[in-house]
């Protein structure tokens, strides 16, 4: 089955204390990136990557870091989580930006509910 | 001013009306997304435009690229419609477009809310 796999699902932390999300693809799917989303404020982009070993900045990367070293796997480091990291993330995956192929559908994990204490 | 607008924030109806859901944005866009949340929290992907428009069972989704707009209507609409429907702009030009390329940075509007009564 298709899919994106978001892993932990449920997290509650502390300040400070170092954590990564992973998100893995079985699609063969060459873009990845990751969301936030907070009440009142929608989705936001944190990072995304166009392919292995090229990333980049979304709209609010401050606080994290990602790396894509395999196509399939696109972590989300939180480094030193503060407290307003607290947020629901979402990992997606899509083919590409080739709109000749409609390939862009968005294909989203589940989430993962972070806390930061 | 956010760069997505969504309108009507909330909408409730009746089952069987007719929906619109609209979404106006400000910058040049390479594509256009439309994603339905469900109350239990996940995302899927209805629809992504960069011209024209697309039909998916009682979806459409129309977009105007001059206007700088885009519609999502809903026709028959059942209460497993019920959840918040976002719209996402992939930040671009007319190049972009020509070279039909899409996706990279994306920009969401704050959803819509839409439940429908049976």
């Known amino acids: 089955e298709a899919q994106v796999t978001q892993n932990p699902r449920y997290l509650i932390t502390v300040t400070g204390k170092k954590l990564t999300v992973t998100c893995s693809q079985n699609?063969?799917?060459?873009?990845m990136s990751w969301y936030r989303q907070d009440p009142g404020l929608g989705l936001r982009q944190i990072y995304y990557?166009?392919?292995?070993?090229?990333?980049d900045k979304g709209d609010v990367p401050e606080g994290y870091k990602v790396s894509r070293k395999e196509k399939r796997n696109f972590p989300l480091i939180l480094e030193s989580p503060s407290p307003n990291q607290t947020s629901l993330y979402f990992c997606?995956?899509?083919?590409?930006?080739?709109?000749?192929?409609?390939?862009?559908?968005?294909?989203f994990g589940e989430g993962s509910r972070l806390t930061v204490l | 001013k956010n760069e997505v607008e969504q309108s009507p924030q909330n909408l409730t109806a009746q089952e069987g009306e007719f929906i619109t859901i609209n979404c106006s944005y400000s910058?040049?866009?390479?594509?256009l997304h439309w994603l339905q949340q469900h109350p239990g929290g996940g995302i899927v992907s209805l629809f992504m435009?960069?011209?024209g428009k697309k039909k998916h069972g009682r979806l459409i989704a129309t977009i105007n690229i001059q206007e700088k707009h885009s519609s999502l209507h809903i026709t028959a609409s059942h209460p497993r419609d019920s959840a918040v429907y976002i719209c996402?702009?992939?930040?671009?030009?007319?190049?972009?477009?020509?070279?039909?390329?899409?996706?990279?940075?994306?920009?969401f509007g704050t959803g819509t809310r839409l439940t429908i009564i049976p």
């Open positions: 996402a702009v992939s930040m671009g030009n007319e190049l972009q477009v020509k070279t039909n390329f899409g996706n990279e940075k994306l920009t």
């Open positions: 435009l960069s011209s």
């Open positions: 997606a995956s899509s083919l590409g930006p080739d709109l000749r192929e409609d390939t862009g559908e968005l294909f």
């Open positions: 990557s166009m392919n292995v070993e090229v990333t």
């Open positions: 699609m063969n799917h060459e873009y």
């Open positions: 910058v040049g866009i390479s594509a």
